[in-house]
């Protein structure tokens, strides 16, 4: 006859052991609130139960209580179980945002896995063929859109019933709003709400453009929610492919707004031949700069577009997606800009060829978001210069 059991004990003579343990795990991250409080209540009832008087009894039925339940709990807390590890980064938008968020979760694919809208997903894959990849879910929201009565349009949103943490750094409470409903029992941690504001607000703004604060850049911030090593991320990007000879020089003239792209592409090009091979690139639905005809373009998209860009020395794009791609696939990359502060979205490596009338802090240009076309873009001799002067390696 056993003389001293533990209630647990008992309680798992009539029921299978591992039926029970694969239920307190299965439940665990979401009651972990609760357990520190469960203990004692449980005693205090079991006591009660026993009626239990002296100080004895009383420390007695509280050991029986707990019995293997403590060392139990023990385990799950050693194997991770009362603290979910993984997480989702939250990334709905556009091309280059999805880019920014796969370039983290590449870090730790295993742990991190990511968000974004499934128009995205082949390109993603093809950008990371061949390296370990991220587990990627499809997020399509009504309200990602160029037209603006789609603002608080979710859509359908599914409902994703994972026990993690969902990340998000855009500071719009629409994804946050979004998160939560597709992932109910999911912790929703979101920052950026400074820097979204200050984009909209030139009071908020003031003191990031006058340089008195600093801008966050969204590949810091990704890398510091995620809890990834910023030192592994530039050295991630520091890998680049051989340089050719003569040089091959791609040239990416896609941008979602017009406004966005670089008017001097045809004089570019002209100079640039001079010394090296180029090639024009754009996405399907593109429009082209003056000067620039169709037959002078390859439109590429997936596979084609990652295969010329791994196969060049160097790349020069707008301030779009295809920034971001290039970056990612390790090419070495210059970005001509002129409506928008481009130290929040420059990936490592990048080098920035800037107008003189580039805004600083977080508020772009009253035309960012437009198709009208403006002066004060640098010379293509500027573009030039920077691109015989990369040093980055």
């Known amino acids: 006859m056993t003389r001293v059991s533990s209630i647990s004990s008992h309680r798992l003579q ?35 139960l026993g009626h239990a008087q002296l100080l004895r009894e009383i420390c007695g039925g509280l050991t029986a209580s707990e019995g293997k339940l403590r060392g139990m709990s023990g385990n799950l807390h050693n194997r991770g179980y009362m603290q979910s590890k993984s997480s989702i980064l939250f990334e709905p938008w ?17 742990r991190l896995s990511l968000a974004c809208n499934s128009k995205w997903h082949e390109l993603l894959r093809c950008a990371a063929h061949g390296m370990d990849m991220p587990k990627f879910l499809s997020v399509d929201l009504g309200y990602i859109s160029r037209n603006k009565d789609g603002y608080l349009k979710f859509g359908d949103l599914p409902k994703i019933y994972d026990n993690t943490t969902v990340l998000s750094i855009r500071g719009d409470v629409r994804d946050y709003y979004a998160a939560k409903k597709m992932f109910p029992n999911s912790q929703i941690r979101a920052n950026g709400w400074l820097s979204f504001l200050a984009k909209r607000s030139t009071l908020i703004d003031f003191p990031f453009a006058r340089g008195w604060a600093p801008v966050r850049n969204r590949y810091r911030a990704w890398a510091l929610m995620a809890n990834i090593k910023w030192a592994d991320v530039e050295r991630f990007y520091q890998q680049k492919g051989p340089l050719t000879t003569p040089r091959s020089v791609v040239i990416h003239v896609g941008a979602q707004w017009r406004s966005r ?57 707008n301030d779009s997606g295809p920034m971001h791609l290039a970056a990612l696939l390790r090419c070495r990359t210059l970005v001509v800009t002129r409506q928008a502060a481009i130290q929040e979205w420059l990936p490592p490596t990048v080098v920035a060829v800037e107008s003189k009338d580039a805004p600083k802090g977080y508020m772009p240009n009253s035309v960012h978001l437009s198709d009208r076309v403006s002066g004060g873009w640098p010379s293509s001799e500027e573009v030039i210069k920077s691109l015989d002067s990369y040093t980055v390696d």
């Open 14 to 48: 009539l029921f299978s052991r591992q039926q029970f343990e694969r239920a307190v795990v299965s439940s665990a991250p979401r009651a972990m609130p609760w357990l520190q409080l469960l203990g004692p209540v449980r005693g205090h009832a079991f006591c009660h």
């Open 261 to 317: 792209q670089y008017p001097h592409v045809a004089e570019l090009v002209e100079n640039l031949k001079k010394t090296s091979n180029v090639q024009v690139v754009a996405g399907p639905g593109n429009l082209l700069p003056d000067g620039i005809r169709d037959s002078d373009v390859s439109r590429l998209v997936n596979y084609d577009l990652v295969n010329v860009l791994q196969s060049s020395s160097y790349v020069i794009t």
């Open 94 to 110: 556009n091309m280059g945002d999805a880019v920014m968020a796969l370039a983290i979760a590449l870090q730790d694919p295993t």
